[in-house]
């Protein structure tokens, strides 16, 4: 018993040994400033900043290979807290948000009853989706579960984004099987809520408030910030001065006003 005592006695000071030599030889230096930004980030680890996480976006910062105002998530506030970390002066983001280009919200009339496993890219391998518009949004709640922020949500059956939580992180966007979601600049209010490429005659058989292609709103705004293609509206945001001239002229109320509708 003494000697199987002292063996194991041994053994464990001989492993402890190794142990502490091993933790000095492979010791990781950690950067302050990485500990510092990680502190400063949000935490929520969303990727909207390109990077594996926040821990990975706060050494690439440290090494200065990421920009210190790159956490959409966070914002304005934390871009000026890793810039005063990192000795930098920060220029602010344009704070962006995201919007449903389809003015039904997944209420758009339906062609069929679905019934199976519930989530939007699910729905869409049927035919493209219950939606007797090929473009609308389904409605059936996955920008709802990616979003890392609880900004989106069901009221009813329609799918809503809340402007103060959304971050414009776009996580909503690549999970999206429509591609119904846009992210744009939170301070711009024109909109053009509809996702159609359908004919004019084609959209007013099954829709009642999407885009025509009729282009009275590229005639009726001065700054040439309308255009149509595919039978689409698109505004430019940079020639885009807010005017809305194009909201009572839009036949189909498919251009709105998103801080009034």
């Not at 389809?102 to 519930?118: D, H, W």
């Amino acid at each position: 018993m003494l000697i199987a005592a002292l063996s194991l006695g041994g053994l464990g000071l001989i492993l402890s040994l190794g142990l502490g030599v091993a933790s000095r030889i492979f010791v990781v230096e950690v950067d302050p400033k990485v500990e510092a930004i990680i502190d400063a980030l949000p935490g929520t680890n969303c990727g909207a900043c390109g990077y594996a996480g926040c821990q990975g976006f706060a050494r690439l910062v440290a090494s200065g290979e990421a920009e210190p105002n790159g956490c959409k998530a966070g914002g304005d506030e934390v871009a000026q807290a890793v810039g005063k970390i990192m000795g930098v002066a920060v220029e602010a983001k344009v704070a962006e948000i995201a919007r449903i280009a389809c003015g039904f919200k997944g209420e758009a009339p339906v062609r069929f009853q679905y019934v199976g496993p519930e989530g939007c890219q699910a729905v869409a391998l049927i035919g493209g989706g219950d939606k007797l518009c090929a473009y609308a949004c389904l409605g059936r709640g996955d920008c709802i579960r990616a979003c890392p922020f609880g900004a989106i949500k069901l009221e009813g059956h329609s799918v809503i984004i809340d402007k103060n939580l959304c971050t414009g992180c776009g996580k909503c966007v690549t999970v999206c099987p429509k591609d119904v979601i846009r992210v744009s600049a939170k301070e711009k209010r024109v909109f053009v809520a509809c996702n159609s490429q359908d004919k004019g005659p084609v959209v007013k058989k099954i829709c009642s408030i999407g885009c025509i292609g009729c282009k009275l709103c590229v005639k009726a705004c001065e700054f040439e910030a309308i255009s149509v293609a595919n039978f689409l509206a698109a505004i430019d945001a940079e020639k885009c001065t807010e005017c809305q001239a194009c909201i009572p002229k839009c036949p189909a109320g498919t251009i709105i006003n998103v801080y009034s509708s």
